[in-house]
C-alpha cells in the first residue's frame, strides 16, 4: 500500500539533546513538508522540499533543519536551538502540478523534558 | 487578517441534525481549496476537494464561493462518528505550492 511512515509515534528527550524525526514515502511525490501542531492550534510550515535537495523555509524554521537526499525521505531534526520543541510533527507530500492535495503522515508526538 | 479563517466552535449538534461550517480565505488568487478533517491526536486526512460548481459526497456537501471568497461544509444527517475538527485549505495557483490551512472548527455530535 503506497502511504506516508512516521517514526517513531512517541518520542521523548531530554532537554538539549538533537533529535530527528523520520518521515519516508512511497507515493512518488514531488514535494514534501513539515508542520507542528501545538494544542488547539492551526499547523504551521517549518520546512518544505519541491524536489531532491532542495529544501525551503517555512514559517518558523529556527531550532529545526532538514534534508532531502532522496525522493522518499525528508528527516527533520529538532536542534537544541528549539526553543519549545514540544508538539505534534506532521509530515506531508503532495504531487506538483496537480491540485496539491496534500497527505499527511500519522505524526510523531515529541516531548521535551 | 488571517489568510484563512474558520469559526473554531465547537459546534455541538444531536445525531440526525444537518450542520454547516464557513471558511473565508485573504488571496483571491486562490486555485484549489479542501476539507480536511482532524480526529484528536491523528494526522489530517483529506475529506473532500471544493470545486467551483460545488460538489457532493454522500451526506457531505462543499461550495465556493469566489465573489465573497468562502468556502462551505454542510453535513446532513450528522453521526457520531462525524466528531471531529474540520480543517479547511487554501492552496495558490502554481509556484510554490504552500497550502494554507485553517484553525479547524470542532464538531461534536451527541447521542
Known amino acids: 500500500d503506497g502511504g506516508i511512515t512516521q517514526s517513531p509515534k512517541y518520542l521523548f528527550r531530554k ?11 512511497n507515493l512518488n511525490h514531488d514535494a514534501m513538508y513539515w508542520y507542528r ?20 523555509k517555512g514559517d518558523i524554521a529556527e531550532g529545526y533543519s532538514v534534508s532531502r537526499e532522496k525522493k522518499e525521505s525528508f528527516p527533520l531534526t529538532v536542534t537544541s536551538a528549539q526553543k519549545n520543541p514540544t508538539a505534534f510533527y506532521l509530515c506531508a507530500s503532495t504531487v506538483t502540478g496537480g491540485r496539491n492535495e496534500q497527505y499527511f503522515g500519522p505524526g510523531t508526538r515529541l516531548t521535551v523534558t | 487578517r488571517k489568510e484563512v479563517e474558520q469559526d473554531p466552535g465547537p459546534f455541538n449538534v444531536p445525531e440526525g441534525a444537518t450542520v454547516a461550517f464557513n471558511c473565508t480565505y485573504s488571496n483571491s488568487a486562490s486555485q484549489s481549496f479542501f476539507w480536511y478533517r482532524q480526529d484528536c491526536r491523528k494526522e489530517p486526512k483529506l475529506l473532500m476537494s471544493v470545486y467551483s460548481s460545488g460538489n457532493e459526497d454522500g451526506r457531505f456537501t462543499a461550495q465556493l464561493n469566489r465573489a465573497s471568497q468562502y468556502i462551505s461544509l454542510l453535513i446532513r444527517d450528522s453521526k457520531l462518528s462525524d466528531s471531529a ?14 497550502p494554507t490551512f485553517g484553525r479547524g472548527t470542532s464538531l461534536i455530535v451527541h447521542p
Not at chain 1, 492551526?42 to 529544501?55: A, E, K, M, P, T
Not at chain 2, 475538527?85 to 504552500?98: A, M
Open chain 1, 15 to 25: 532537554e538539549g539533546q538533537n533529535v530527528t524525526l523520520s518521515c519516508e514515502q
Open chain 1, 37 to 56: 501542531q501545538d494544542p488547539g492550534q492551526g499547523l504551521r510550515l517549518i520546512y518544505y522540499s519541491q524536489i531532491v535537495n532542495d529544501f525551503q
Open chain 2, 85 to 98: 475538527t474540520y480543517l479547511c485549505v487554501v492552496s495558490p495557483s502554481g509556484g510554490s505550492y504552500i
